[in-house]
T-cell receptor, first 114, second 117 residues
Framework: RKEVEQDPGPFNVPEGATVAFNCTYS??????FFWYRQDCRKEPKLLMS???SGNEDGRFTAQLNRASQYISLLIRDSKLSDSATYLC???????????????FGSGTRLSIRP | DAGVIQSPRHEVTEMGQEVTLRCKPI?????LFWYRQTMMRGLELLIY????????DSGMPEDRFSAKMPNASFSTLKIQPSEPRDSAVYFC???????????????FGDGTRLSIL
């Protein structure tokens, strides 16, 4: 089983729709979580961090469920410009004397149609 | 502020040649990562450094790949000899650890598009 798993998609939704996707992780020592966005032929860019209490940034909402070990990303009122691949990132803090372990999911492709 | 700087942006070379990719992380970041991305395999972590020391190189595909970080502001990823299957986009990223709960987000360079003929 992969340490971080995402539905690869593609998710194809109409403009204005709400879309959500999850990312599951297997290591309970995972401490910090992020969503990245990657456009075609570009580098991944940080979209938002995911906080324990959940957080919102405009049309984007991120949630963390530690009990079930997944994070989610919800996009409301989707725009054509939201079309991209969304990568989840899990950071496993291995201890103060050790370096952290960072794992990227394989990404979920999202396509917004007019 | 300057972000992560990678060079070259594009490289086309014949198989068997040595390829050297370069990366300058963001000043003050103590983690540096090398990734490879292809359509088939997605984004793969090759190796990462913490305070210039290689921590995990389990993603390095084989002995033809090597990475160094001689100082906090420079790293190289070398492929010798190169093969067509090494064609990919190679990203370098950097971040810092706040030592409280883990690593801060990674910042990526623009990548090097490598084509081995």
């Amino acid at each position: 089983r992969k340490e971080v798993e995402q539905d690869p998609g593609p998710f194809n939704v109409p403009e204005g729709a709400t879309v959500a996707f999850n990312c599951t992780y297997s290591n309970s020592a995972s401490q910090s979580f992020f969503w990245y966005r990657q456009d075609c032929r570009k580098e991944p860019k940080l979209l938002m961090s995911v906080y324990s209490s959940g957080n919102e940034d405009g049309r984007f909402t991120a949630q963390l469920n530690r009990a079930s070990q997944y994070i989610s990303l919800l996009i409301r009122d989707s725009k054509l410009s939201d079309s991209a691949t969304y990568l989840c990132v899990v950071n496993i803090f291995t201890g103060y004397s050790s370096a952290s372990k960072i794992i990227f999911g394989s990404g979920t492709r999202l396509s917004i149609r007019p | 502020d300057a972000g992560v700087i990678q060079s070259p942006r594009h490289e086309v070379t014949e198989m068997g040649q040595e390829v050297t990719l370069r990366c300058k992380p963001i000043s003050g970041h103590d983690y540096l990562f090398w990734y490879r991305q292809t359509m088939m395999r997605g984004l793969e972590l090759l190796i990462y450094f913490n305070n210039n020391v290689p921590i995990d190189d389990s993603g390095m595909p084989e002995d033809r790949f090597s990475a160094k970080m001689p100082n906090a502001s420079f790293s190289t990823l070398k492929i010798q000899p190169s093969e067509p299957r090494d064609s990919a986009v190679y990203f370098c990223a950097s971040s810092f650890d706040d030592l409280r709960g883990g690593n801060q987000p990674q910042h990526f360079g623009d990548g090097t598009r490598l084509s081995i003929l």
